[in-house]
């Protein structure tokens, strides 16, 4: 089995847990044991999860200025949350093929395996909610026929990153490829790089 194949029905279990509620404040319940990388596969696809929803409700046009707030806030949380997460996911990586010797003409991917991995759960995200949009019983059929075309593609667009970030794991496995890990170190949520946070001390 391939990582994204072990993968994959981890996140689609997350979506289909959420919606059972289909509530942003409800709690996490995660199946894994703590510090398995399926528990974080599981972690990171909550807070995407969550934060899909919280990114619907703040764009409603008439929603309460100070709840926009609120919510504002939360999805900045949510964000942190998330890349804290996909660091960790990249560290489960780095852990495990650390003290592999690449090869001498062994390449850095644009991308780490786990901010590959960040775009195949939002990616679930995406297919989920598109194909509600083809099966909505009060849309027509013009707007159905659209929300197919544009399931197709992400269809697609799942098969050919699961394939992708899969060779990316073998080539760095074999050798071919190695992996750095980097901070994001956002200075907008450091109270010392904020010109705003630490211009009010």
């Known amino acids: 089995m391939t990582f994204t194949q072990n993968a994959m029905p981890i996140f689609e279990q997350v979506i289909k847990d959420y919606h059972l509620k289909d ?21 990171k696809c909550w807070i995407d999860t969550v934060q899909w929803h919280l990114e619907d409700i703040i764009r409603d046009p008439n929603i309460e200025p100070v709840y926009a707030l609120q919510l504002k806030r939360r999805i900045d949380k949510s964000n942190q949350d998330r890349t804290d997460l996909v660091e960790m996911i990249d560290s489960y990586f780095y852990t495990l093929y650390g003290k592999l010797t690449p090869k001498k003409d062994a390449t850095i991917n644009t991308e780490s395996p786990a901010w590959a991995i960040d775009r195949l759960s939002i990616l679930a995200l995406k297919i989920y909610h598109m194909k509600e949009q083809v099966e909505r019983e009060d849309a027509d059929a013009a707007h159905k026929a659209l929300c197919q075309q544009k399931l197709n593609v992400l269809l697609e667009q799942q098969k050919d990153l699961s394939t992708a970030i899969d060779q990316l794991i073998a080539d760095i496995e074999a050798g071919n490829k190695y992996m750095k890990v980097y901070k994001q170190m956002k200075m907008y949520n450091d109270p010392s790089t904020n010109p705003i946070l630490y211009g009010q001390k």
């Open 23 to 43: 509530d942003i404040d409800q709690p996490m319940q995660n199946p894994f044991a703590a510090g398995a990388i399926e528990a974080y596969l599981y972690t």
